[in-house]
């Protein structure tokens, strides 16, 4: 696992450690999370069109219950500010099926990577966590390529009142695990320079929305192809 400089700071003065919650927990996290959330990332990544040779850049991978879900023909760099979480992730990554993947600590929200430098941007049940959902969400847009895909797995308040109300009643019990129920997703995406595409759940009763956004390309722009598409367009 490469370091990165605005990496975790626990333990580290001044430096501000957001996931506490997630490091503490991370002993346990699998046994709790991973039979519903490995199988939901699984799926909606493997409904992407993810071309050879794509770059993937996935937002708190935490114990990397997503790293068998991705292509080998893509290269995916997966982030996450625990180091407790990481090293579970490490710990599952197998140098050879998940050569592809790559694991690093940072912040989200000061990714280290330039604009536009990924085909796809994933963050799966982080972006409520982290302490300014819209500031992670405006990275991911900055740090993806003009007509890029952006991917979210996170629950976001319901459009209907009197759903939005019940779930609001489990907001104290959620915020135990670092995240609230009264997120808006037009509030996240407001400025933020993505289209919707899609937002479906993958059953009806699931708190969980999968959002599928698309970096806005001024019209006339070159799409800046890469791996098999740049191949074909030679
Ligand atoms: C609920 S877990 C989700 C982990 C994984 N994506 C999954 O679906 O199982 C949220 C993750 O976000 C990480 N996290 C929280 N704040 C972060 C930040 N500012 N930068 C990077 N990762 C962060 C936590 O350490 C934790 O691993």
Known sequence: ???????????????????????????????????????????????????????????????????????????????????????????????????????RQMDALALEFEDGAFDFVTAFHTVTVVPDPRKLVAEMARVCKPGGQIVIINHFSSERPVIRAFVDLADPLTRVLGWSTRLRLGDVLQGSGLDLEQRYKTSPFSLFTIVEARKFQPPGAATQLRGTDQARAS
């Not at 999370?33 to 040779?53: H, K, T, W």
């Not at 990397?64 to 990481?86: F, K, N, Q, W």
């Open 1 to 103: 696992m490469k370091a990165g400089n605005t990496g975790n700071g626990a333990g580290k003065k001044g430096v501000p450690h957001h996931s506490r919650i997630y490091s503490d927990l991370s002993g346990v996290y699998d046994h709790v999370f991973m039979p519903i959330f490995a199988r939901r990332i699984e799926s909606v990544v493997a409904g992407l069109d993810i071309q050879s040779n794509a770059r993937v850049l996935e937002v708190g991978v935490g114990t990397g219950l997503s790293l068998d879900a991705y292509p080998p023909h893509c290269r995916v760099t997966a982030i996450d500010l625990s180091t407790e979480m990481l090293a579970r992730a490490e710990a599952k990554r197998d140098p050879w099926q998940h050569r592809h993947i790559e694991l």
